[in-house]
């Protein structure tokens, strides 16, 4: 009797194992499947390089990581990328789901968001987009010292989102008065003079034919291997645009009554002729290795504005252009020791508005002017 019980329990361990392995596999598939996807964090070593880190380290924020894996909230794993990506049905437009809802509880002001320098701003932006929706006001990035593996931090109060606008359509910044278009041409030259300390930058020549009136719209682009510190006139209503076309037009008909008259030379008048519209924009470029050397002329360029008078920006960069680009532009242009920033973030999902007729041909207009400019500033330069 006791043999066949033997032998019957012989038989049932392989049953009896493969049981308990499979118990045990399942087990843990729903451990794995209650810790989330396999996010690691980021370490020190992997935060972008930035020009600005000595703001305060936030406290009582919820605390964000965008890694090429994952996005991760609090240290905990929330959801996983596709190829750095954000998967299409985690999204609508620049609103993550999952990541609204962990943020709503416990709802918090400020964010503190690491960052991956390969990450793409079209996932940046959709997380600021996302936080800002979920009742976050102050963005703190975390960020690596120059030639260090120290951490340090560069805070935006108040940051607030944009669709795509027009070089002239105003932006709403909170947190700073807007500064005027006349504060930039009385500076131009200084911030001309900063930009040609540049290995590579391409400056915007000084010109004496500008705009009157209206506020300042900086923005701060990040393109590719490019980054760019543009300035443009803004807030100028129809009626004020109208009238300063019907006062250029009325001087043009004086200086040519003034030939007419022999009041003045023919050139004279050419020159008049030639000048074009009144400039409302300025544009200086860099390559982005610029952004990240130590000292920057990017800070020294945007330093004759805003180096101790505080300046809101509006970031743009497109869809695929690297957080670190991004990141590392914000650290240059609001370097340590300057005033603190106060940003708009441009969402890359939306489309720039369609320009008028007129519109398009002032622009082609202000376009070849720059151009003119441009080629006599490096003529100019390069006659030194």
Not at 93 to 102: S, V
Not at 289 to 315: F, H, I
Request: net charge negative; glycine share 8%; hydrophobic share 40%.
């Amino acid at each position: 009797m006791s043999k066949m019980v033997t032998e019957s329990l012989r038989a049932l361990l392989p049953i009896t194992l493969l049981v308990t392995f499979a118990c045990s596999s399942e087990e843990k598939a729903e451990e794995a499947e209650a810790a989330g996807p396999d996010i690691p964090a980021l370490g020190v070593g992997e935060l972008p390089v930035a020009l600005r880190t000595g703001d305060s380290q936030p406290s009582d924020s919820r605390a964000v990581e965008i890694t090429p894996a994952g996005i991760r909230v609090d240290d905990k794993p929330l959801m996983a990328l596709e190829g750095g990506k954000l998967p299409a049905a985690e999204r609508k437009e620049g609103t993550i789901a999952k990541l609204k809802d962990a943020l709503a509880s416990p709802s918090k002001s400020v964010l503190a968001l690491s960052v991956h320098p390969s990450i793409h701003y079209d996932v940046l932006a959709a997380v600021l987009d996302t936080a800002r929706g979920a009742g976050m006001r102050t963005v703190a990035f975390k960020v690596r010292k120059p030639n260090t593996t120290e951490p340090g931090w560069l805070v935006a109060k108040d940051y607030g989102m944009t669709p795509k606008t027009h070089s002239g359509t105003e932006v709403p910044i909170a947190g700073v008065d807007a500064r005027k278009w006349d504060e930039f041409t009385a500076a131009w030259q200084a911030v001309y003079d900063a930009c040609r300390g540049a290995q590579t930058g391409s400056c915007a020549y000084v010109q004496t034919h500008v705009a009157k009136g209206g506020n300042l719209k900086i923005v701060l682009q990040a393109s590719g291997q490019g980054a760019s510190l543009n300035f443009f006139q803004s807030g100028m209503d129809s009626a004020e645009v109208s009238e300063d076309e019907a006062k250029r037009k009325a001087e043009i008909a004086q200086k040519k009554e003034d030939f007419i008259q022999g009041r003045i030379t023919k050139s004279d008048l050419e020159k008049e002729l030639l000048e074009g519209p009144p400039a409302t924009e300025a544009l200086f470029q860099f390559r982005a290795r610029e952004a990240q050397s130590s000292p920057s002329p990017v800070t020294d360029t945007l330093k004759p504005l805003c180096g101790s008078k505080a300046c809101g920006a509006v970031v743009s960069g497109d869809p695929n252009t690297l957080s670190v680009r991004v990141i590392g532009l914000l650290g240059a242009a609001f370097a340590d020791g300057t005033a603190p920033p106060s940003l708009v973030f441009e969402q890359p999902w939306t489309e720039k508005p369609k320009l008028s007729t007129d519109q398009i041909m002032e622009q082609q207009a202000a376009d070849e002017l720059e151009g003119k400019m441009q080629r006599a500033a490096e003529a100019a330069a390069n006659a030194e």
